[in-house]
């Protein structure tokens, strides 16, 4: 048996380290787990992640909201035709620095595209495969903007106003509202060292559960 695990939050949150962190655990507890982040992890997710997040691209390739959708769901399809599904069929964990929820929260919530529109768009390119833990690094939009390194770049969202990242983490929280079995929301003020315990102590359970 193996889990689906993705991490959500607005940029600076934390939720890639906290990825990497519970990659780690769970190689160390003999977990066979694989490491993923979207888009990328397969060569047209790569290729499509320099397109939509390369800072020279982000200021001379003006993108269409609707078409900014498909391009994230061309890169989910494929990373999930060929990397997730097969990694889970073979018993092996999938830890995910984003999945469909980013489509939801970004570009429905924050660009304003029709909700149910992504709904059937994430359904297709997933083939409705959806995650069995969701865990969202919740900060307010200021602190996490403020936490980005200056390494980082001028990216396509980190440009965006403050009301935009507001509206994006209002988005999530919603998300997790109506499915609260499905997400772990924890704070992302504490420590990365106290998350990941908590965030350890659910994947656990899950895995736990599984064997039983």
């Known amino acids: 048996m193996a889990l689906f695990v993705t991490f959500e939050g607005i ?10 962190l519970l990659h780690s655990r769970l190689r160390r507890n003999g977990v066979p787990v694989r490491l993923v982040r979207e888009p990328g992890a397969t060569a047209l997710g790569e290729r499509l992640r320099r397109i939509l997040s390369s800072p020279r691209c982000a200021a001379s390739l003006p ?3 609707l078409a900014e959708v498909f391009l994230f769901a061309a890169a989910r399809a494929q990373l999930v035709k060929e990397v997730v599904l097969p990694s889970l069929w073979q018993g092996t964990t999938v830890v995910s620095d984003r999945y469909l929820h980013s489509t939801t929260a970004y570009q429905g919530y924050g660009r304003g595209t029709n909700l149910n529109a992504l709904e059937a768009i994430n359904r297709i390119s997933t083939g409705d495969l959806r995650p069995d833990l969701v865990v969202l690094l919740d900060l307010e939009p200021a602190g996490a903007l403020a936490r980005r390194g200056a390494d980082e770049g001028a990216r396509r969202f980190e440009e965006e106003e403050l009301a935009f990242h507001q509206r994006i983490r209002e988005g999530y929280l919603e998300m997790a509202r109506k499915e609260p079995g499905r997400w772990l929301v924890v704070d992302g003020n504490r420590p990365k060292d106290a998350l990941a315990a908590e965030i350890w102590e659910r994947v656990k359970g899950l895995l736990d559960r599984q064997r039983a």
């Open 63 to 65: 993108i269409d909201p």
């Open 11 to 20: 940029d600076g949150s934390g939720k890639s380290t906290q990825a990497k």
